[in-house]
Structure formats: C-alpha cells, structure tokens
C-alpha cells in the first residue's frame, strides 16, 4: 500500500520559512501568503518577516509631498504600491493632537517616520520642541523626551548657522526595534551632534558628541563666506552604514561613520563641476556615484548619468548612462533605485509631461516609474512592503 500523499499543511514551519525566503519579489510573498493557512501563519510571524527584511531590503515604492504618488506599471514596484494608495503618513490619526500645535514629517528612514511639532505660529527652525518617531503602518509612536537645556546651550542660536534632524540606524544592530534620532547643529566654531538612542529604553536620554575640528573647516574660505552660507552643508545621503554631507566651498564630502561617531572627509572628482550628484552602494562595499550631465543646449542636447566609483581615494568612471528624457533632476535614493524627475515626450509630437524615471542602482537600468500632474519640489522617498508583510519597527 502507498504511503499517504504529503500536503502543504504537513510541511514543518522550519523548512517553509527557507523556501518563503528565497521569494525575492514582495508581491510572490504576499500571494504564497494567501494559499493557505499554514503558509500564512508563516509569513506574517513578525521574526520571518524580519528575516526576509534583512535578506530582500524592500523596494522603493514612491514619492511623498502632500499625498503619496505610487510607482505605476509596468514597474516592479507598481503592485506592491498599490497597496498604499490613500494611505495617510502623516500619523495624525494615531498621535496625541493639541490645538494650535501641528506635527510635521521630517524623515522617512527604514520604515519609520519622524516627525517635528510645533505650535503653528511660531518658527521652529531652531530647536524644536516635540519630537515623535512612527510606525504608519501599525500606529505606533514614540515620544521622544525634550532636549535638555544644557546641551542646548552648547549651540547658542547666535551661533548656529543651521540644524538638520533626522532618522539614524540603532544602536543595536541585532535589535530590528531600535533607532536613534539625531541633531546636527552647524556652528561657527564647532559641529554639535546630539543623539537619542531607543536602545536605551524607557531611561533613553540625548547626549553630544561635539567636534571642534569642525572650526578649521568652517573658517576656511578665505573670504569668510562659509560662515554666511546656511551651515555650509546640504545634500544628506546615507550609504554603507554612513552620513554624507556635501561641503560647499571645498568640493568635499564629510562623513559621519554612524557606528563610531567619527568624522572624515573625501573629496569629489574635479570634473563634476556643479552638477547633482548621488551616492550609492558599489559592489564590496565600495562607494559609487551618479552625477548628472547634459550638453550645452538643455533644449536639444542629451541628458545622461555618469557613474563612477571610489578606489584607493580615486574616483573612476565606470559607465556613461543615457536618460530618454529632455530634462532632470535628482531627487534621491531609496530602496534600490535612484529617482529622476524628468520631463519627457513618448512621441516627436507629443507634449511634454511631467513624471519619473528610476535607475536601478545595481543593474543601472534606467525604467520609467511614474507619471506626475505636477513637479514635486520637496518630495520624499518611500521605500517599504506591503502592509501584510510588514513587521513593527516601534
């Protein structure tokens, strides 16, 4: 007699959880989630959905203004997108509201939110007073404590020329459920880094780390102009576990190695001149950057991307990438893809439109990715998985 057919639900959960993991499109995952119970009791326990996380980052999904603009077909991201139309970001359905205080987004980093709140008449470009760190996707939040007076008083507003805050990595890195939030006060004389740590728990608390050498760098323009320049800094971009910052008036990028608190500076290829440019991850964790370029009539001339990558403290031009596009601008990287808002005709005689263009930061294939009705002037990158799929970050 033949031994009793084998079914899905005899599978052990151990060996599913392998086979789940080698779907690398969210959409296969999301669509084993629904064969039965058994596969989906697997795939929404939160540890596995960490675990595919870790293995498969999720993808870039779209852009964030007022309202959320999805990826559309035929692009991979478009199904898993389509998930979050109509989606509120904002986290006001979940957070503790005030009258006359409005929270507002900050940052996006890794599933989370950050946001500022302030009351609505007052300039809370300086320090502000409340911040709050989201989970939209399962509404949950955290109260961030103020930051006290006395690390405050380090950066005197007389002598601050710019503060940026923003969402960083945890501390623990074995803790999918940590984050830090961090503050970087541009002075005149030194460079403040205040950082709250949730690996701390409930006792979290700010601290600072404080660079001096910040001054010489500062004061370096011979004309002083640094000084009157906003803070000297711009452009934040996050690659291989660091913060880069553009350095105006040097043609240098400063870093901030998240893991040890240490700055260094690398220098930009001379021949980028002006353009926008990008960082993203090279193989063997190399770093790599796409600069844009364009001919002397922006009218007639082509668009392209050039991609090149530091070696030994060299940068090296790997691949020249044309854009079907009559104009762009970088918008940034997330999720695997640096985005192009563009202007674009599909045909000699048709208007020109407003939409997107992603270039796939490992194959550098360039896809179309959405159609827009207008510029977005201060749009966000969102990069995550379908609700179903998603784990808690808070």
Not at 78 to 106: K, Q
Request: aromatic share 10%.
């Amino acid at each position: 007699m033949a031994p009793p057919a084998t079914s899905m639900a005899d599978i052990p959960d151990v060996m599913l959880e392998e086979i789940f993991l080698r779907l690398t499109a969210a959409e296969d995952l999301a669509r084993a989630s629904t064969t039965c119970p058994s596969f989906r009791r697997v795939i929404a326990d939160h540890a596995f959905l960490r675990r595919y996380r870790a293995l498969h980052p999720p993808p870039l999904l779209g852009l964030l203004q007022d309202t959320f603009s999805p990826a559309q077909p035929p692009h991979p991201s478009a199904v898993a997108a389509r998930a979050f139309l109509g989606f509120d970001f904002s986290c006001s359905s979940f957070l503790p509201s005030t009258p006359g205080h409005t929270w507002r987004p900050v940052d996006f980093f890794d599933g989370r939110v950050l946001l500022a709140g302030a009351p609505d008449k007052e300039d809370s470009r300086f320090w502000v007073r409340d911040l709050a760190v989201c989970d939209p996707v399962h509404h949950r939040y955290v109260l961030l404590p103020a930051v006290p007076d006395d690390l405050k008083a380090l950066a005197p507003q007389l002598d601050l020329l710019n503060l940026e805050v923003f969402l960083a990595p945890g501390q623990n890195e074995e803790n999918p459920l940590s984050f830090r939030v961090m503050c970087v006060a541009q002075c005149t004389t030194k460079l403040l880094i205040l950082v709250f740590s949730s690996s701390l728990g409930g006792q979290g608390q700010w601290h600072a780390h404080t660079f001096d050498q910040w001054s010489g760098q500062a004061t370096s323009a011979s004309d002083g102009s640094f000084i009157h320049s906003h803070g000297g800094l711009s452009n934040r971009q996050f690659v291989h576990g660091c913060f880069y910052w553009h350095l105006h008036f040097q043609n240098e990028l400063l870093v901030l190695d998240v893991r040890a608190m240490e700055l260094s500076a690398i220098n930009l290829p001379p021949e980028r001149g002006t353009n926008s440019f990008a960082l993203v991850e090279a193989a063997e964790g190399m770093l790599g950057m796409l600069t844009e370029g364009y001919g002397e009539d922006p009218d007639s001339d082509p668009f392209w991307l050039t991609y090149s990558i530091l070696r030994n403290n060299q940068w090296h031009l790997n691949k020249v990438i044309q854009l079907p596009v009559n104009d762009a601008a970088l918008v940034g990287v997330a999720g695997g893809y640096l985005l192009l808002e563009a202007l674009y005709t599909t045909t000699a005689q048709e208007a020109l439109k407003f939409g997107c263009f992603s270039v796939n930061v490992k194959t550098l294939q360039v896809q179309f990715f959405a159609e827009l009705s207008k510029p977005f002037m201060y749009a966000r990158l969102y990069a995550g998985f379908p609700p179903s799929l998603c784990a808690p970050t808070i």
